[in-house]
């Protein structure tokens, strides 16, 4: 494990995604055997092998392996990828994931896996005759990362690093300005990459600041996104929920407990408010990673995992980083009318614990209600202390992986005061752990039946597996492989499919022997069609989206 990272600002010579597929030399032809596709040389120009470790096989870069909590070793890479098996004819366009692939910065080595700059991969995919794949890996340039690479070390404060404080008093000063307006918070934006509807494509975590542009073809950082409204507010929910006319998201008031949910016109800068949830519980809002949306409604969790204002405000760790677990301040949903603003359900639910929802959707009738999905963590903070790095890179192998389920909502619509938390399938289908989910977004908002998530195949300390939920059958189907970390499995829809899992499930893994590869697997059978490696292994990320190709 390198503890230190020497940067490598490389030009990139190879071919670019939408203009390298003409430009790009010929990869193996469709469906090859994998040996032949591995013989081809990657082209791997722009590693420099002689300087970094940077990976293994054919690009001749041979030393120590990448895995999932190894940062990567450089800037930025660029090239061709051989694919294994068989691309689908209308896979055209461009998978891209975010997610923290750098730890370690001078001498210093972050504690937590959400502490890491951020890491954009990409893999564009042609489909049919001549099928052909590119990649590449680019660092996201915020002020934290640029901040970091200059001095050596963090200036900003991330998920578990509080810079130390100033020694002078001028500066103490500063520092104390920085915290109260945010200025001292991270902008790295290491969570999710977003499409707009207007096609600009965004980066983001969960400060406000956080908010960049991102080229989709260089991976290049074209600059903070600038919100023009004046909402002001130090932390944003790090999952908007984006569609072709609007970003909609919700920005937690740590000082009145409550939530601002507000609403963005493709195309538009400004977010406008739509309405006002307030807490129940206290002293803060709980954490709000995510959320989850009906086609009515925009449905605002509150958990007593809760941000810590003091340590906000102080730069002091909180017992959970930036979060106090409060379980007596109970757990509650609410739910807000899209169009008036007007909360039309409140209601206290049996403690949980989710950073990631799945969906919602509304059930009409006699007992209306909204029903929400979650990753839950059988309402017990524990899985943060799990992805503490040590723990990650010393535990594999060893069953520590907290226990998670589908956990379903029913929030009665008719006032009643409590909601129900049950268990949606038997979690043994996915292995007692999942998390990393996504859907076929064509049914955001609506009753669906199908999501994919990370699971477990035990013994393990992190999920190992890709899983494909069926919330009906109430069955899981699950692809693994030894040694292997998948990210996120992200669902990608046939053009013209009416089926809600007619497409196909993307995936990039990280592998313990250092290889790294985006994997296609056919969304209804669960079974592998296709792999494209990389030369080198990738670090692990959290979550992608997809941007099909223009027509030519
Ligand atoms: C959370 C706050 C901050 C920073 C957050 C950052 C930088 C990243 C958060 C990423 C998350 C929550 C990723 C979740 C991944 C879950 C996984 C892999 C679960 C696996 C389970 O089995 C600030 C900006 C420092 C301050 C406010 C709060
Ligand atoms: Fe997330």
């Given amino acids: 494990m390198a503890t230190s990272l020497t940067l490598i ?14 430009l790009a030399p010929r990869l193996p032809p469709r469906c090859s055997n994998a040996t032949a596709a591995r013989r081809r040389a990657v082209r791997a120009t722009t590693l420099q092998s002689d300087q970094e470790p940077a990976g293994s096989g054919d690009s001749g870069a041979t030393t120590t392996k990448l895995s999932a909590s190894t940062s990567v070793r450089q800037e930025r890479w660029e090239g061709d990828l051989p694919i294994e098996g068989c691309l689908p004819p209308w896979l055209n366009g461009t998978y891209i994931r975010n997610g923290p692939g ?43 990362y640029r901040a970091a690479v200059a001095r050596g070390r963090p200036v900003l404060r991330e998920f578990s690093h509080c810079p130390a ?80 006319t609007e970003f909609l998201t919700l920005l937690p008031d740590l000082v009145r407990p409550g939530h601002l949910v507000v609403r963005m016109e493709a195309g538009s800068n400004e977010r406008k408010v739509i309405g006002r949830v307030d807490c129940r519980g206290g002293p803060s809002p709980g954490w709000l990673h995510s959320f989850a949306v009906t ?20 730069s002091e760790l909180a017992p959970f980083y930036a979060f106090d677990w409060v379980p007596a301040s109970g757990s509650y949903m609410h ?14 639910v049996p403690p949980f614990m989710a950073i990631h929802f799945i969906n919602a959707y509304e059930e009409e009738g006699d007992e209306a209600a909204v029903v929400v999905d979650c990753c839950e963590h059988y309402g017990d903070p524990a899985i943060i202390e799990t992805l503490v790095l040590s723990r990650l890179r010393s535990l594999r192998g060893k069953d520590v992986l907290p226990n998670a389920r589908v956990g379903r909502f029913r929030i009665p619509l008719d006032g009643s005061p409590f909601g129900e938390l049950e268990t949606a399938l038997d979690p043994e289908e996915h292995g007692r752990g999942m998390d ?38 109430k ?25 809600e899992d007619d497409g196909v499930v993307i995936s990039i893994v990280s592998s313990d022997d250092g290889e790294g590869y985006a994997l296609v697997l056919d969304a209804t059978t669960f079974e592998e069609i296709a792999r494209v490696r990389f030369p080198y292994g990738l670090p692990y990320g959290f ?8 027509e030519e």
């Fill in 9 to 22: 600002a490389t030009p990139c010579t190879a071919p670019r995604s939408s203009s390298s597929f003409a």
């Fill in 102 to 144: 750098m730890w370690d910065v001078g001498e210093h080595a972050f504690h937590h896996l959400f502490d890491g700059y951020a890491t954009l991969v990409r893999v564009s995919f042609r489909g049919g005759g001549g099928a052909r794949a590119t990649g590449a890996h680019r660092q996201i340039e915020s002020e934290a």
């Fill in 165 to 244: 404080p100033a020694k002078s008093l001028l500066h103490r000063f500063g520092d104390l300005v920085g915290l109260v307006t945010g200025a001292a918070l991270t902008d790295n934006p290491n969570s999710a990459v977003l499409p707009l509807g207007d096609g600009r494509v965004m980066c983001l975590t969960e400060t406000t600041k956080s908010s960049v542009l991102i080229d989709p073809d260089t991976l290049e950082t074209v600059g903070r996104f600038r919100y023009t409204d004046r909402l002001g507010g130090m932390v944003q929910s790090a999952h908007p929920i984006v569609t072709d």
């Fill in 295 to 314: 086609e009515k409604y925009v449905v605002v969790p509150e958990m007593p995992l809760r941000y810590s204002s003091a340590s906000l405000l102080t």
């Fill in 335 to 348: 739910v807000m009318c899209k169009s008036t603003g007007k909360t039309v359900a409140s209601v206290e």
């Fill in 436 to 473: 990393m989910c996504s859907i076929n977004p064509a049914r955001l908002g609506r009753k669906y039946r199908y999501a994919y998530a990370c699971g477990a195949r035990r013994p393990c300390n992190f999920p190992n597996t890709l899983t494909k939920i069926d919330l009906v059958e």
């Fill in 475 to 499: 069955k899981a189907k699950s692809w693994h492989e030894e040694g292997s970390v998948p990210s996120e499995p992200f669902f990608v829809a046939r053009p013209g499919a009416t089926d």
């Fill in 543 to 550: 979550h992608g989206c997809w941007i099909p190709a223009t």
